[in-house]
């Protein structure tokens, strides 16, 4: 009831979000199915982003409404210029966002995801808005028709792989906030801390173990 009642409110909301510069959760469901259609008729490929931004809900409680409705403008506007023209921004809540990028595989769908980690990490306006450790996106991708031919199964699988990159080494140990070849000279050379050790140590015979 509490999900069909958060629905039907989006869908009486119109095309846009009225507090931010994104569209509506029923606006982009339209534009979905409409994608899935065109897509299955020509043959050809889209995305689906599932963005996830951790320290929302830390930071939401103490914003009175007027820096609250700033800060969700900062958060729609800072994902707004990672996008392209034909890409569609839909707010679901606060700390999730999904967006549709159209006749685009997976290597486009990484190369958006490293320009919405990057935008985020130079972030500075936040720190005005008592988020303590900063606002982290956490991405999960979808492509069809590859993880689904209907949206449902889409927007699952995308949530799936968000969850997983949450819970993985790599964000766990803070690499996935630095840049990504700092990350990978950390790896390679003796300067890795003894806990990156362990960890890696670990992944290495769960993977050993699985062969």
Same mark, same amino acid.
């Given at each position: 009831? &509490? ?13 846009? =979000? ?11 469901? +339209?534009?979905?199915?409409? !994608? ?15 963005? $996830?931004? +951790? ?8 914003? @009175?409404?007027? $820096?609250? #409705?700033?800060?969700?403008? %900062?958060?729609? +506007? /800072?994902? %707004?210029?990672?996008?392209? =023209? ?7 809540? +606060? ?8 006749? &685009? ?5 990484? /190369? ?10 130079? %972030?500075?306006? #936040? ?5 303590? $450790? ?15 031919? @209907?949206?449902?199964?889409? #927007? ?30 950390? %790896?390679?050379? =003796?300067?890795?801390?003894? !806990?990156?050790?362990?960890?890696? =140590?670990?992944?290495? &015979? ?6």
């Amino acid at each position: 009831m &509490t999900a069909a009642r958060r629905v039907d409110a989006m869908a009486r909301s119109g095309i846009k =979000d009225p507090e931010t510069s994104a569209y509506t959760f029923a606006y982009f469901g +339209d534009v979905a199915g409409r !994608e899935i259609d065109r897509a299955a008729r020509h043959q050809r490929r889209f995305s689906l982003l599932i963005v $996830n931004l +951790d320290g929302v809900e830390q930071a939401r409680p103490r914003l @009175d409404p007027e $820096n609250l #409705l700033a800060f969700r403008r %900062l958060l729609s +506007d /800072a994902l %707004l210029e990672t996008v392209r =023209d034909s890409d569609i921004l839909a707010r679901v809540e +606060d700390d999730e966002y999904y967006i549709l990028l159209p006749e &685009t595989g997976l290597l486009g769908a990484l /190369a958006a995801k490293r320009r919405i980690e990057a935008r985020f990490n130079e %972030l500075s306006e #936040l720190s005005r808005f008592h988020a303590p $450790n900063g606002v982290d996106p956490v991405v999960g991708i979808s492509v069809f028709p590859t993880d689904g031919s @209907d949206l449902g199964r889409l #927007l699952r699988v995308g949530r799936r792989r968000a969850e997983q990159s949450r819970a993985g080494v790599f964000r766990r140990l803070g690499l996935a906030r630095m840049p990504f070849w700092d990350a990978i000279d950390l %790896l390679v050379t =003796d300067r890795v801390r003894p !806990e990156l050790t362990a960890a890696l =140590d670990g992944l290495s &015979t769960r993977a050993i173990s699985t062969m």
